[in-house]
């Protein structure tokens, strides 16, 4: 196995608020993330992961409380663009079409307060997006798409519920106490220096037993990435606190984070050092 970047290990960066998931673009002024949430600061280990987008169900013609066509040119609004979200509305989706092949990133309202996930990937041909509506939701959408790109946004407000898989909340809120045993192993040995590389190890054990029973509990398609996690971890880094500096850490990852994005479950990070 190669271990991406182990050797070269940069011990004093450190991120706020969002993590993991940070795509490469800015929206509305804020850097965007995407995948992966924080609820406390603590030292950033890793390179940015961008969910890739997957299918989202249109809605019926007849489920529809109304919609707006939007038309831009990218890279990006200086402000949000303002949505006129119709009483009822339970599910905006936004049918994204773009003029060349781009990436995008695209949130609605303020997704991370909401526990909420921006969502990221490529627009080539119309992909379906979808956010949750609820009270504490804002009516502004922001959105990034490279530059010279044409799109077109067709927002539609529906009145039925965001169809979230219930069993996939469940085992991103798994995943995400894996990952933090993680982070919190590299972070307390490299960062914090609360313990040695024996403790280390120790914690990257619990962590891979654990993504071992995940994956064999799993009853969704995250089975096989949950045991890949499993396998990366057991073979470990070989600098002590450099787990998340592995190439193949973050590779295995990837999917389970774009799966829990566009669930709007992300993987969170459960900080034990830091705040």
């Known amino acids: 196995m190669i271990w991406g970047d182990a050797g070269a290990r940069r011990p004093s960066r450190v991120w706020t608020g969002v993590t993991l998931a940070a795509a490469a673009v800015v929206l509305a002024g804020c850097a965007s993330t995407a995948g992966v949430a924080s609820i406390a600061q603590t030292p950033e280990a890793s390179p ?11 809605p019926a013609a007849d489920a529809m409380l109304g919609e707006q066509t939007l038309t831009g040119v990218g890279p990006r609004f200086e402000e949000k663009i303002a949505l006129t979200v119709p009483g009822g509305t339970r599910t905006v989706r936004v049918d994204l079409t773009c003029g060349a092949e781009s990436r995008f990133t695209a949130e609605l309202g303020d997704a991370m307060m909401l526990g909420q996930a921006p969502l990221s990937g490529v627009c080539e041909g119309s992909r379906t997006l979808a956010w949750p509506w609820v009270a504490q939701s804002a009516p502004a959408l922001s959105l990034w798409v490279e530059p010279d790109v044409e799109w077109t946004a067709v927002v539609t407000y529906s009145p039925e519920a965001f169809a979230q898989d219930e069993v996939l909340v469940e085992e991103c809120a798994a995943y995400s106490q894996i990952h933090s045993q993680v982070t919190n192993a590299d972070d307390g040995y490299g960062f914090y220096a609360a313990f040695g590389a024996d403790e280390w190890n120790a914690r990257l054990d619990a962590a891979a037993r654990a993504a071992e029973v995940l994956a064999a509990s799993s009853q969704t398609a ?18 002590p606190g450099g787990m998340t500096e592995v190439q193949e850490y973050w590779e295995t990852q990837r999917p389970i984070a774009e799966a829990c994005a566009w669930n709007h479950s992300e993987i969170v990070v459960h900080a034990e050092f830091g705040g």
Not at 222 to 239: G, N, T
């Open 48 to 58: 940015p992961v961008i969910p890739e987008a997957t299918p989202v169900a249109a």
């Open 222 to 239: 995250l089975a096989d990435e949950f045991a890949a996690v499993q396998v990366v971890l057991m073979e470990r880094s070989p600098i």
